[in-house]
Structure formats: C-alpha cells, structure tokens
C-alpha cells in the first residue's frame, strides 16, 4: 500500500510519453490528459526546436517534472527518441507519518527507436532512472531502476490498437537492505481515436503489473483500467 505511488508513475507517466509519440505531425503544443477514478495527471510538450521539446507535467499526487526530449527521423521508416525528465514528488515515508514538504527527487533518462510501416508501428526502447528521498543522513529510497520495453500499434482508419511489455529491474542502494529490489512485468493494451474530437484524442488503456515476487515493496499483481486523451492545439 506504501508503495502504490510508485506502481501508479510505472503505469501513468511513462504510457504517455509514448502517446505523444502517436503525433507525429508538427505541432504547436501537445497538452496530454490521464483520468482515472481520483487520479489526474496532466503534461504539456511544447517544441524548443525542430526536433526538441520541452515537457513540464503534474499530477494529483503532487508530482511535478519537466522534461527535454529530442527525435531524429534517420529515413521514413525509423525513428530515433530520446527524453530525460527530472521528478520531485512528496516522500511517501513522511507523508504517511503527516510530515508534509520533504521530497523525493528522480533523474530518467528514456530511449527508444521506432520502426513504421504503412499501416503499423514497432518501437524498442531502454530507461534508466535514479531515484532518491530528501534526507543525507537515511536514505529509505535510493534506486536504480531499469527497464526494456516492446511496443507495437495498428492503425485503422478511425482508431488504432496498441501494446506494449516492459520488464524493470530495481536496484536499491538505500539503508533499507533489499527495500526496493525486485524484478516486475507490466503489460499494456490501448484502443484510441485517430481523428479529434475539438482537438481531444481519446483513448481507453488496461494495464497489467504483475512483480516477480517482491519489487518496490509490492508483492501483488494488479489490472487497472484508465480513460485517458491528448488535447492537440496545431
């Protein structure tokens, strides 16, 4: 339960940096929308030039970021991707015992390539992220995460299919022995419009996370299910 902020940043942010990814042509500004029951997670991609973005997003869960992402289109058919993103949210440890203001900072760095066919896409891709909590004296979190990830979409001419796996590793190096270790396998399925709706692109996802034993303090297999959609201003 301690650690269901966590699962819900595996599950939301990452799923829609590669939303974005679903509009490729030139934009002015890419403001992203995630709903799901008290949840609300909000991003907003604005190009620096032309193939840099900047990303600053928030959450009901008092997480903030900004972001830099770079894409390079090396032919028609492949793309390179890359975007890092610094975090702060509050310390789940203190907020718990009601100790507001103390922070958790996290540093992820994301790559990926994609491939695009006529009527699909596939895309492979690796994080990195160093997460750490506000104190110098104890660390309860101090993680390296990783991950590689799959993810495939069709396009239809209305709507689009995708999905995508990624396994994670966790790596803790807190004063917590073994406190965020862990392996664990998260599962996407996403079914979206391809056209707008006064410029909202709405979307449905199911989400499966399933750890291999204990990772990040969770130790059970969980199925959400998220309204979500992507206000485009071009």
Not at 122 to 146: M, P, Q, S
Not at 152 to 170: C, G, I, Q
Request: charged share 20%; proline share 2%; glycine share 8%.
């Amino acid at each position: 339960m301690l650690r269901a902020h966590y699962r819900n940043r595996i599950m939301k942010k990452l799923s829609i940096v590669c939303l974005a990814s679903l509009l490729s042509s030139p934009a002015l500004a890419d403001v992203t929308v995630s709903i799901e029951k008290d949840f609300l997670e909000i991003g907003l991609y604005a190009p620096l030039f032309d193939n840099t973005y900047l990303f600053v997003g928030a959450d009901t869960d008092d997480w903030l970021g900004v972001g830099l992402g770079f894409r390079h289109d090396l032919n028609q058919q492949w793309r390179l991707n890359a975007h890092y993103e610094y975090g702060l949210y509050d310390d789940w440890l203190m907020h718990e015992i009601g100790v507001d203001g103390v922070k958790t900072s996290s540093h992820q760095l994301d790559l990926s390539l994609t491939r695009y066919f006529k009527h699909a896409s596939l895309k492979i891709g690796a994080t990195g992220e160093h997460i750490r909590n506000g104190f110098t004296w104890l660390t309860v979190d101090d993680v390296n995460k990783y991950s590689v990830y799959l993810g495939a979409a069709y396009y239809f001419e209305h709507v689009y299919l995708s999905s995508k796996y990624e396994h994670y590793l966790a790596v803790d190096k807190s004063h917590m022995e073994d406190f965020n270790q862990g392996h664990a396998n998260v599962w996407e399925f996403s079914l979206g419009s391809m056209h707008s709706l006064f410029n909202f692109y709405p979307y449905v996802k199911v989400s499966v996370f399933d750890p291999n034993g204990v990772y990040y303090g969770q130790s059970n297999s969980d199925v959400t299910f998220s309204i979500n959609g992507t206000f485009s201003f071009r």
